[in-house]
């Protein structure tokens, strides 16, 4: 099963195609599934090419540089395309905020998709998803994915809110990051949203 298919239930691309179009800001669905898990996305794009857009979303050590809720991120493994991702992270809603620890098993389909699966399970009792990436000549489709099930107790509009802001402040940052990369000397555009495994192994 593909990446999409898994980690997209209906119900999320009715709330998607209510929330999203094509030049307006990034814009987190939210789609609550069983057991407690949500199932998040996220379609942007970049006026970027396809190799920096790439670039960025595996330039795995350097996150925490470019993304503020990242405050640790190395490379524990790597083999090819498939490397062993230590992360941690800090996120706030309101009045409630925490730290959380994964341990990602993370595969790379080079300038196509990143998929990654959470092995340490002690924050989260699910944590899987990926980027989706598809050329569209001189832009970028972005697509962010994301299956999360917490292992602590938080009220269901806590969770949800924050979720929601957490993913769009990153996604922001990332395609921030994009764009920096794009135009060193240029401003922050408002339309859409990496060193390979090879590079992070060699740091």
């Known amino acids: ?15 998607l195609g209510l929330a999203f179009g094509g030049g307006d800001p990034i814009v987190v669905s939210i789609a609550r599934g069983e057991k407690g898990a949500f199932f998040l996305q996220s379609d942007f ?18 996150i925490p540089t470019f993304v503020s809720s990242i405050s640790r991120s190395k490379v524990r493994m790597v083999d090819r395309n498939h490397l062993l991702l230590d992360q941690e992270a800090r996120w706030r809603v309101l009045f409630v905020g925490g730290h959380s620890h994964v341990l990602l ?11 990654f699966t959470d092995l340490k399970k002690s924050d989260f009792s699910c944590y899987e998803g990926g980027w989706l990436l598809e050329d569209e000549s001189q832009r970028v489709h972005v697509r962010y994915l994301l299956k999360v099930r917490l292992n602590f107790a938080l009220l269901h509009a806590v969770a949800t809110g924050m979720l929601r802001e ?11 990051e994009i764009d ?10 408002e339309s859409v949203a990496g060193e390979d495994a090879t590079t992070a192994r060699a740091r």
């Open 1 to 15: 099963m593909t990446l999409s298919r898994r980690l997209h239930p209906p119900l999320l691309s009715l709330l």
């Open 45 to 62: 794009r970049v006026d970027a090419d396809l190799k920096t857009t790439w670039d960025v979303l595996t330039d795995f050590e350097r």
């Open 105 to 115: 098993d993370t595969r790379l389909k080079p300038m196509r998709e990143i998929s």
């Open 166 to 176: 957490t993913a769009a402040r990153f996604l922001n940052e990332v395609r921030d």
């Open 180 to 189: 920096r990369r794009t135009r060193p000397a240029g401003g922050r555009i």
